[in-house]
T-cell receptor, first 114, second 110 residues
Framework: NAGVTQTPKFQVLKTGQSMTLQCAQD?????MSWYRQDPGMGLRLIHY???????DQGEVPNGYNVSRSTTEDFPLRLLSAAPSQTSVYFC?????????????FGDGTRLSIL | GQQVMQIPQYQHVQEGEDFTTYCNSS?????IQWYKQRPGGHPVFLIQ?????EVKKQKRLTFQFGEAKKNSSLHITATQTTDVGTYFC??????????FGTGTRLTVIP
């Protein structure tokens, strides 16, 4: 099994550009989420989804959009990139609901905004 | 808002010494999970504790969940170079959001 796959692994953008970070899982997990990791701040939840067609905001949703049209895919869109969005982005999944479930993480996307 | 703090932020130990990281939440947690992230890698789930006062062991690692379910600790006995990485605690407050701690970066000096 591939588990959770994120693409691209690295990306450099200019301020104001938009892009989509891809996340796919092949474990038939209902719950998927996006985190950003910044030095000294741990991982902060951006958006999450408890199933296809359902998404909700986490701690730091501003500047990001998500959709969940299939169980497998959960893309994260940066609408107009800003330097403050320079970070490492992790996608994670778990079987159901998130609560009491171990999170399975992808390898991350390292994003730099110039 | 919900805050989960970990101390220390960094820890350097000689190989063979013990190591402990502490996790403190501003609110009561439903559970506590621990993750390890190797340098350049992604977080990997280690263990989950649910009950007040619970203690679990994995070989040289001992995990505790506080009686008030607001704090937790991870203790590693006789560290090895393979223990290098950042250790994160994370907990739910009952909803779907999993709040991560700030992490403790462990360096083991051979």
């Amino acid at each position: 099994n591939a588990g959770v796959t994120q693409t691209p692994k690295f990306q450099v953008l200019k301020t104001g550009q938009s892009m989509t970070l891809q996340c796919a899982q092949d474990m038939n997990h209902e719950y998927m989420s996006w985190y950003r990791q910044d030095p000294g701040m741990g991982l902060r939840l951006i958006h999450y989804s408890v199933g296809a067609g359902i998404t909700d905001q986490g701690e730091v949703p501003n500047g990001y959009n998500v959709s969940r049209s299939t169980t497998e895919d959960f893309p994260l869109r940066l609408l107009s990139a800003a330097p403050s969005q320079t970070s490492v982005y992790f996608c994670a999944s778990s079987p159901t609901g998130g609560y009491n479930q171990p999170q399975h993480f992808g390898d991350g996307t390292r994003l730099s905004i110039l | 808002g919900q805050q989960v703090m970990q101390i220390p932020q960094y820890q350097h130990v000689q190989e063979g010494e013990d190591f402990t990281t502490y996790c403190n939440s501003s609110t009561t947690l439903s559970n506590i999970q621990w993750y390890k992230q190797r340098p350049g890698g992604h977080p990997v789930f280690l263990i989950q504790l649910v009950k007040s006062g619970e203690v679990k062991k994995q070989k040289r690692l001992t995990f505790q969940f506080g009686e008030a379910k607001k704090n937790s600790s991870l203790h590693i006995t006789a560290t090895q170079t393979t223990d290098v990485g950042t250790y994160f605690c994370a907990g739910h407050t009952g909803a779907n959001n999993l709040f991560f701690g700030t992490g403790t970066r462990l360096t083991v000096i051979p």
